[in-house]
């Protein structure tokens, strides 16, 4: 699942990023995708937590989006990046209290 973050080390920047492990209680670690790669940097993060954003936040509120590795400016869209890498975005619009405390 792919989701906008606000990179924990670079706090100018949104980032993609793609959850590579689920733990209980709505804790999960996500994997930075951005471009350059900064080296392969993973996070903790909770499902709550308002550094994690919807994908499409940053185009939606006219922020730039630091492009994942090997997409290029003015062609990336979040449809064909989930094609490209058999994923889908983690949609948090439908997470209730009850789904948080099940993850």
């Known amino acids: 699942m792919v989701f906008e973050v606000i990179h924990p080390l670079h706090l100018s920047c949104i980032v993609a990023a793609c959850v590579t492990d689920v733990y209980k209680y709505g804790f999960f670690m996500a994997l930075m ?8 940097l993973s996070f903790c ?3 709550t937590s ?12 006219k922020i730039k989006l630091v492009l994942p590795c090997g997409e290029i400016d003015g062609q990336f869209d ?16 439908s997470l209730t209290q009850v789904q948080l405390l099940k993850i």
């Open 33 to 40: 995708d951005c471009n350059p790669p900064i080296t392969k």
């Open 45 to 47: 993060f909770h499902i």
């Open 50 to 61: 308002r550094w994690v954003l919807p994908s499409g936040f940053a185009e939606r509120n």
């Open 78 to 93: 979040w449809d064909s990046y989930c094609r490209k890498k058999h994923v889908s975005r983690l949609d948090l619009s």
